[in-house]
């Protein structure tokens, strides 16, 4: 379970300490002050589709790629770390080789929070070589990383500690995650409370998806949608296809969002999330056209805050 029972209750007998004799003289007063969730920030979707340019700028300038052991990779890694360092996260690269290569995870920590309780979120951030990879997976990279940044602009102090990744070589199979997790300890794999994945999230003809996975972490991503007013499907496909599997192997609680990759969209799913029925969800999955304008506005918009409201749910920043 991601929302302890335990912290909640202890977090209001907080208050009440907190509040001491008022608290119980003032019968006719209002209750004491709830303790309430931060609400997140709306994650502007220019400042997404600006890291988005930049990777693009980065393919275009590397022979049109940003895939594992390619130079374009390398550099989409030292683009987001430097705005992360900047932005006062500790980082840290992890090297694994692959296929002759070396790959690279990067991982962003946000100082504080509860050593034993870690959310991460994470996005693959290499492309396949056939294309520059804006949809498959700058999307994800880029609302992580926007997320990330609205954290340090917040200045948040959540109840958990938070962390976030980009892995290397998810297209050869999975395999800067799978590096990262056969890298903990078991006692490190029980300090993790989540982890949320994030690939393909502006798919141009596009589709809700919501991993039916940890039931806590979905409900938090149905709840968002369902104030937004717009339908989601649990993603059945899904499973295997990514890399929250190398966390979930690992027992660790998993869930995503996802908008759909070279499957058709149906009738029904035309009818429920408009665009165009009996076409792809992104028709240049994979390809070389998969660049800037391969991108649906809306739906990176509303799956880069729901990331953010999931980011700043579960880790359960309080304000009292
Ligand atoms: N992981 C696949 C890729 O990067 C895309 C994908 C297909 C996917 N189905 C999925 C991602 C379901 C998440 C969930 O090419
Ligand atoms: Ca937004
Ligand atoms: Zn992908």
């Not at 034993?116 to 290499?126: R, T």
């Not at 409370?193 to 690939?199: E, Q, S, V």
Request: with cysteine; charged share 15%; glycine share 10%.
């Amino acid at each position: 379970m991601i929302l302890s029972a335990r912290s909640r209750a202890a977090a209001v007998l907080a208050v009440a300490a907190l509040l001491g004799p008022v608290a119980t003289q003032a019968a006719a007063q209002p209750a004491a002050t709830p303790v309430t969730a931060l609400a997140a920030p709306d994650i502007p979707v220019s400042s997404v589709k600006a890291h988005l340019t930049q990777l693009q700028s980065i393919a275009t300038a590397n022979g049109g790629n940003r895939a594992h052991g390619r130079p374009g990779y390398l550099a989409s890694v030292n683009y987001l770390r430097a705005k992360l360092d900047a932005a006062g996260f500790t980082t840290s690269l992890q090297t694994f080789t692959a296929s002759g290569a070396t790959g690279y995870n990067l991982i962003a920590d946000w100082p504080g929070g509860d050593p034993s309780q870690v959310l991460m979120a994470g996005a693959h951030l290499d492309s396949t070589t056939s294309g520059p990879g804006i949809n498959d997976n700058g999307t994800g990279s880029a609302a992580v990383l926007e997320t990330a940044l609205a954290v340090s602009r917040a200045q948040l102090k959540p109840e958990k500690h938070l962390r976030f990744g980009w892995w290397g070589a998810e297209e050869l199979g999975l395999l800067g995650s799978r590096a990262y997790v056969n890298s903990l300890s078991t006692a490190q794999r029980a300090t993790f409370a989540g982890y949320l994945n994030f690939d393909m999230i502006g798919s141009p003809n596009p589709g809700y998806f919501v991993y039916d996975d940890d039931p806590a972490i979905e409900k938090t991503f149905k709840d968002y949608y369902a104030g937004l007013g717009v339908p989601t499907e649990p993603d059945r496909v899904g499973d295997g296809r990514s890399d929250h599997a190398s966390f979930k192997n690992a027992g660790i609680p998993v869930g995503g969002l996802f908008t759909g990759a070279g499957e058709r969209k149906t009738a029904a799913q035309a009818q429920k999330w408009g665009g165009a029925s009996g076409q792809s969800f992104d028709r240049c999955y994979h390809s070389s056209c998969d660049t800037t304008a391969n991108v649906n506005d809306t739906a990176l918009d509303r799956n880069s805050d729901a990331l953010a409201h999931a980011v700043w749910t579960l880790g359960a920043p309080t304000v009292r």
